[in-house]
């Protein structure tokens, strides 16, 4: 019988799990943490940081991430009044655990796009 003491316990994966993470990890919020773990950034600063982004998605992005905790929104007294958008203290504890998910994909990506070549290639059965 195996030692029950020395064995990890098994998290368990709820809604409210899968809800954060994908909110978290979704396909902009990772590039825009990565700029607002640099430095505070103002909107258009984030659009022209990422690119690929559509001004809709990246408010979108923002919101879900202020709504999380992760990022907050500072009006800034100027004239005109800016907002700047900056990581708080509970989004840069994401760090590490993103750091470790990036690595993991770098070292492994090769390993991955050869597992997607031979799923995608055509088999014998397909012809």
């Known amino acids: 019988m195996p030692d029950t003491a020395s ?6 994966i709820d809604v409210r ?5 994908a909110q978290v990890l979704d396909k902009w ?3 825009v ?4 773990c640099e430095r505070p950034c103002r909107f258009n600063a984030l659009r022209r940081a990422v690119p690929e982004v559509t001004q809709k998605s ?3 992005t923002l919101r879900k ?6 990022v907050e929104r500072v009006l800034l007294a100027t004239r005109p009044v800016a907002v700047e958008y900056r990581i708080t203290p509970l989004g840069k504890t994401l760090r590490g655990p993103v750091d470790v998910l990036l690595g ?7 390993e991955i796009e050869r597992a997607r070549d031979r799923f ?4 014998d059965g397909d012809r």
């Open 58 to 60: 990246l408010t979108a």
């Open 29 to 31: 919020s990772l590039s």
């Open 7 to 12: 064995r990890t316990e098994r998290l368990t």
């Open 120 to 123: 995608d290639a055509p088999s």
């Open 33 to 36: 943490l990565n700029e607002l």
């Open 65 to 70: 991430l202020e709504r999380n905790g992760i």
């Open 104 to 110: 993991w994909s770098d070292r492994y990506l090769p």
């Open 17 to 21: 799990h899968r809800e954060v993470l």
